[in-house]
């Protein structure tokens, strides 16, 4: 299980600048609209210290992090829902991302054209999640006759189901609002993430902040005219400079902390990104370790000892036994596997133990 995550933004605002970043996949970047006409898929890894640390104290052979793939797309305009600039057709390549992350200026800069004119955070936003719900909207009006049509004539169960959501969801939309705005049942729920919404998906807003303003981004009038806008929509918001941040992800270890230090900043402002991103989907991480290799594997918060061993191997889910299971606090404090079995924090758990984030577990299961 990864995090997958979609790159949405006007054109020139630094999507891809950021993907740059992020993937150091070279994409390319341009001082015009629509740099970007097929998307850019890149993977990267998940920064976590921990998996050093445990290395260091239960070596394996190799040491294998968690990742999570970012889409990034062609620039969308106003309008795009009726043919402007490219379209809105790029948009389907994000449908079945996990989430979105809208890249938006909040830096002034004279020789970086923006496509309306002038650099305005929130117009920017909402012209992007007004293409966003349109896009939606679009799917929806391509189902809701086929879908009315079964439900009314045939009183099939499923199909009455959804035409039941698409009734709730459709007005909605009309009025300007996301498919996260609605509250959903468990049914209702599996009905949705099926028809992979756009504006269902959860919304991390990136300012892309001037340089100087790296230190403490809230200084800055432009990145508070984002947070104000990502409060009302409950987002996140973080905010990072993309430009400093490819270059920094080109530094080696040493200048790059160097840079840091110059900047006022405690680590890459990507960290926080990738952090933000795999945290804003309730993804955390469990371990593996010792032998052939030490890993990080990602799960969902609420998931059972049984579900995260299936994360590994259908059999491990399929014959599970027991969880032996250590916290990497524990680990990390005890400083050794021997330490941490006479202290008695070797942890026996069943079926119905709920894996907590820093967990090392060895799975023990028959087939």
């Not at 508070?224 to 992800?249: F, H, P, R």
């Amino acid at each position: 299980m990864s995090l997958t995550a979609g790159i949405v933004g006007l054109p020139n605002v630094g999507k891809s600048t950021l993907f740059n970043a992020i993937t150091k996949a070279g994409a390319e970047m341009a001082n015009y609209p629509f740099a970007t006409i097929e998307p850019n898929v890149g993977v990267v890894e998940v920064p976590d210290d921990r998996l050093a640390r445990i290395q260091a104290i239960e070596p394996a052979d190799k040491v294998v992090p968690t990742t999570f793939e970012f889409t990034d797309i062609a620039g969308i305009v106003k309008g795009a829902s009726q043919g402007e600039g490219l379209g809105n057709k790029f948009l389907e390549n994000i449908r079945q991302t996990d989430a979105i992350i809208q890249v938006v200026r909040a830096f002034e800069d004279s020789e970086i054209t923006h496509v309306s004119g002038k650099v305005d955070p929130v117009e920017d936003i909402e012209t992007i999640n007004t293409e966003l719900i349109i896009a939606d909207l679009e799917q929806i009006n391509n189902r809701y006759a086929k879908v009315e049509k079964a439900a009314l004539n045939s009183k099939e169960k499923t199909a009455i189901a959804e035409y039941n959501v698409l009734k709730k969801i459709k007005p909605v939309l009309e009025s300007g609002q996301p498919v996260r705005s609605l509250s959903f049942d468990e049914e209702e729920k599996k009905i949705v993430h099926n028809l992979f919404f756009l504006t269902d998906k959860p919304m991390l807003y990136v300012a892309n902040i001037a340089e100087d303003d790296m230190a403490d981004p809230t200084k800055s009038l432009l990145y508070q005219a984002v947070a104000d806008y990502a409060a009302k929509d409950q987002a996140e918001v973080i905010g990072l400079a993309a430009k400093t941040e490819e270059e920094i992800s080109e530094m080696d270890d040493s200048d790059k902390q160097d840079f840091l230090e110059m900047a006022g900043a405690s680590e890459p402002g990507l960290n926080k990104l990738i952090r933000t991103a795999y945290h804003l989907l309730g993804l955390r991480t469990f371990f593996t370790a010792g032998g052939k290799e030490t890993k990080a594997w990602t799960f969902k918060t609420g998931m059972k000892a049984p579900q995260v061993a299936g994360i590994i191997h259908s059999d491990f889910e399929r014959g599970f036994i027991r969880a032996e299971t250590i916290s990497f606090t524990d680990l990390d404090t005890l400083g050794s596997v021997a330490a941490v079995k006479s202290a008695g924090k070797l942890r026996s758990e069943g079926k119905e133990y709920l894996v907590q984030d820093g967990d090392i577990i060895n799975f023990r299961f028959n087939v």
